[in-house]
């Protein structure tokens, strides 16, 4: 028995790999692993990518990607450890204090900034009150900017000076836009931003101040991290940080649909060329069933046999899985340019991560599709050179099913898929493929009487699928997977998105008002009627903090950094209504129908995500500060809250009488279609205490967040239709041999070229035409699953899919036709000699 070492037995492996690349199961081998390495490289990519650049947007809500925040100024070694990471670092100091004028005082809420502040973001200012706006700057010492309401406040102009404690500062500019605005949307006193070195001067911050110290970081992801983990340590307990998560919700939700969909299209592109490299793999193993005989008669133990073949695909696998993850890197490069008017202009770059990961599941594919039916190769017996009817035993079925189960596993868990969509999507194929695997089996056998009396090439194409109905089943499967995937991809895009883009739109509210006093709300609900603005109700708002649960401190109840940790740390926006808003759904409990009794507790219903981070249950305690006094209620029922609508939404809604006696402003939200923007001017102008804010931009945000996804689902539908082609050409390669065969015996019977060509037509075309009707069926099947069950979305009948028969047979008939030319090509003499 000849021993050869590992290295000459890798030189034997890649001589008969260059030997074989002619091959055209090698060549349909290579593609497919190519395309599932370039679709998982390629999304990986753009996943990682545009999260990065999403990140980055999100970033500029907070004016920094981390903040340290505290009621004291953060310690010396704090802020030296961030700048010794690197980090660029802006100081903001927030405060509420009196403002004094010429002609009277006004409370307002006061920002003092250092010159890096934002270090996300823009400022954005005006020269005069409802003036065009500019971009960037800041406030230099001796200036503030302020809003316009407390110019119409205190009866001043631009120009004019105020009093901050002990400092006279000159107002500059009119203030616009504040990137962090966003935590203090419900401040009820007008702003200003001030220069941080004249913060010392004003004498305002004396101990015991209420004050709001926040210092803000800048920096690459690592030095953020690094940073992060050793202030953590050094955290007091009035201080916490702040990061992305912390931010907008409307972004965060439609970027985790966009993930979900764009793994749930790299799963089907991945999974069709896992079946292209099983069908392969085993024709590639079949015709090398007699090298593998000659090799074992010349020595090679069965192990090494083995091993030849397995190294072949290891180096094919290899050669493949780079090439494809180079092309995947640059086409999401492609793709990125393509979206390069909807993302910022630096998109963090995606690293090797994406790559390797790709190159991972192209190999883990290759190995739970490809290795069970090249064991066979190790077992084939040397007698098979003098008798080829002796085949190997076949590997054990649990090893064929396991390995592929393994390895769709794997793929599973690195996409990070979840499993209510993993299991509507595999779980509606596999009852797609059993049911309609049946009735196609007995469409066949059915087929038998109809022949008798058909025409010759008719005969011919369908008794190819009538002689093998089990094989012909499972090529209608193949193939009708393909449809069903390309078919699933276009679906979801044209409609999903849609629904996505009808949840928001185009008359959604574009702007919020806020602080409307109790004696203007009438007036302002009447000034909106006239403009024919579309308006949500007007809400009653108290700011109070939850402090006990069922008599408990909620500080002891709650889990750092959990959402209600970061709830209870702050005065939540309280309110009162009768009816349940808009956008809210009941998840538990029942809502009220009438005002409480004079000696029962009132009842809350509180947002479903913040009661099961508080643990709250039904019938709890819940005892609130609202300025200073205690207010109890019972959770009476719990809420499911669409965040994406861009009306006002609460944590906690009141039952009407609970808080009776405390005083509350009003906001609301509208919409006013575009061209009115004088009218919002003179809307601000009639009501100078409310706070109007447009929110035109984020909409625009949102928007080109699902233009994106629209974008990339185009891109990606690529991968899938190279990957169904993959699948496609491996199945009739696996069929070649024995259809060379065939047609050579039926042209040495006399049989005419076109007669064999029709016949080809019909029995594809028909093939492909049933595998149509089954894509259909199996699309509608799973996208009911999908709908009802993973994106809770109305689901609906899909008339256009019955064009799928018609593309199948097209499709499918051209190719076959295309796919077995050799099978009509090839020389009677020469194959029958052969055989």
């Given at each position: ?348 770059p995606g690293g090797l991560t994406p790559a390797l990961a790709g190159i991972a599941t192209g190999l883990v594919a290759l190995a739970g599709f490809a290795l069970p039916p090249l064991a066979a190769l190790g077992r084939v017996p040397p007698l098979r050179v003098l008798r080829r009817d002796l085949l190997p035993i076949p590997p054990s079925s649990w090893l064929v099913y396991g390995a592929a189960l393994l390895a769709l596993g794997l793929i599973m868990w690195r996409l990070s898929l979840d499993l209510l969509l993993t299991f509507a999507l595999l779980g509606g194929g596999l009852i797609a493929a059993l049911l309609l695997g049946g009735l196609l089996l007995l469409g066949l056998r059915s ?389």
């Amino acid at each position: 028995m000849t021993r050869l070492s590992f290295w000459r037995l890798c030189a034997l492996s890649l001589r008969q790999l260059l030997r074989d690349t002619r091959a055209s199961e090698v060549r349909v081998l290579f593609f497919a692993l190519l395309v599932a390495v370039a679709a998982s490289t390629a999304i990986g990519y753009f996943g990682a990518r545009l999260n990065g650049a999403m990140q980055l947007r999100a970033s500029e809500f907070l004016g920094a990607d981390l903040v340290l925040q505290g009621s004291a100024p953060a310690s010396e070694q704090q802020v030296a450890s961030g700048s010794a990471a690197g980090l660029r670092h802006a100081r903001v100091v927030e405060f509420t204090s009196v403002v004094g004028g010429d002609s009277g005082i006004q409370l307002s809420s006061i920002k003092a900034a250092d010159p890096a502040y934002p270090l996300r973001g823009q400022l954005r200012s005006a020269a005069a009150p409802y003036g065009e706006e500019r971009p960037g700057g800041g406030p230099a010492p001796g200036e503030a900017w302020v809003e316009p309401r407390l110019l119409a406040a205190l009866g001043l102009s631009i120009g004019d000076s105020i009093d901050v404690g002990m400092k006279t500062l000159r107002m500059s500019r009119v203030l616009t836009y504040e990137p962090d605005r966003a935590n203090n949307f419900y401040s009820l006193t007008p702003r200003v931003l001030m220069n941080l070195a004249d913060l010392e001067a004003t004498g305002v911050i004396q101990p015991g101040s209420r004050v709001s110290y926040r210092d803000l970081w800048r920096g690459d992801g690592a030095a953020l991290a690094e940073y992060r983990q050793g202030v953590e340590k050094t955290l007091a307990a009035h201080q916490r940080l702040l990061d992305t998560r912390d931010g907008n919700r409307q972004i965060g939700g439609a970027l985790g649909k966009a993930e979900r969909y764009l793994n749930m299209a790299s799963l089907v592109a991945v999974l069709l060329a896992g079946v292209a490299v099983a069908l392969s793999a085993s024709r590639y193993a079949a015709r090398r069933l007699d090298a593998s005989a000659l090799l074992r008669c010349l020595g090679l133990s069965r192990h090494q046999a083995l091993s030849l073949y397995c190294l072949q695909l290891a180096m094919l696998g290899v050669v493949a899985a780079l090439a494809g993850a180079l092309l995947g890197a640059l086409a999401q490069l492609g793709l990125f340019h393509l979206l390069a008017g909807l993302l910022p202009s630096q998109v963090p770059p995606g690293g090797l991560t994406p790559a390797l990961a790709g190159i991972a599941t192209g190999l883990v594919a290759l190995a739970g599709f490809a290795l069970p039916p090249l064991a066979a190769l190790g077992r084939v017996p040397p007698l098979r050179v003098l008798r080829r009817d002796l085949l190997p035993i076949p590997p054990s079925s649990w090893l064929v099913y396991g390995a592929a189960l393994l390895a769709l596993g794997l793929i599973m868990w690195r996409l990070s898929l979840d499993l209510l969509l993993t299991f509507a999507l595999l779980g509606g194929g596999l009852i797609a493929a059993l049911l309609l695997g049946g009735l196609l089996l007995l469409g066949l056998r059915s087929l038998r009487q109809l022949l008798a009396g058909a025409p010759l090439a008719w005969r011919l194409g369908l008794g190819q699928l009538l002689r093998h109905p089990l094989a012909a089943a499972g090529q209608a499967l193949a193939f009708g997977l393909i449809l069903l995937a390309m078919g699933l991809v276009a679906l979801l895009r044209a409609e999903l998105l849609d629904t996505w883009q009808a949840q928001l739109p185009k008359d959604a509210p574009n702007h919020f008002a806020l602080n409307i006093l109790p004696d203007e709300r009438q007036p302002f609900a009447e000034r909106l009627a006239q403009l024919n603005a579309t308006s949500a109700p007007l809400y009653p708002v108290i700011p109070g903090r939850l402090t006990h649960i069922n008599k408990q401190p909620v500080r002891q109840l709650v889990s750092k950094e959990s959402t209600g940790e970061r709830a209870v740390q702050r005065d939540l926006s309280l309110t009162w209504a009768a009816d349940l808003p808009q956008g809210n759904a009941l998840s538990a409990g029942d809502w009220w129908q009438q005002a409480p009794s004079d000696d029962a507790t009132p009842g809350v219903s509180v947002e479903a995500e913040l009661a099961q981070s508080l643990k709250l249950q039904l019938g709890d305690l819940l005892t609130f500060d609202i300025g200073g006094q205690q207010r109890q209620a019972r959770v009476s029922s719990l809420r499911s809250v669409h965040w994406d609508s861009f009306q006002p939404n609460f944590y906690m809604i009141f039952q009407p009488g609970t808080l009776q006696g405390l005083p509350a402003t009003y906001l609301t939200s509208f919409y006013l279609a575009p061209g009115h923007d004088q009218e919002v001017v003179a809307l601000s102008r009639a009501f100078p205490a409310v706070t109007i804010l447009q929110v035109d931009a984020l909409l625009g945000q949102l928007r080109s967040i699902l233009a994106q996804v629209t974008l990339a689902v185009e891109y990606v539908l690529l991968f899938v239709l190279a990957a169904g082609m993959a699948v496609l050409f491996a199945g009739l390669q696996a069929t070649l041999d024995e259809r060379i065969r065939q047609g050579a015996l039926l042209r040495a019977l006399g049989a005419a070229r076109p007669l064999l060509v029709k016949a080809r037509r019909i029995e594809f075309g028909l093939l492909g035409a049933v595998s149509g009707l089954l894509a259909a069926l199996g699309c509608e099947l799973i996208t009911w699953a999908l709908y009802r069950y993973a994106f809770d979305l109305h689901w609906a009948p899909h008339p256009w899919l019955l064009a799928l028969p018609v593309a199948g047979a097209v499709l499918v008939g051209g190719a076959g036709v295309l796919g077995t030319r050799r099978a009509l090509n090839a020389s009677p003499l020469a194959v029958l000699r052969e055989g």
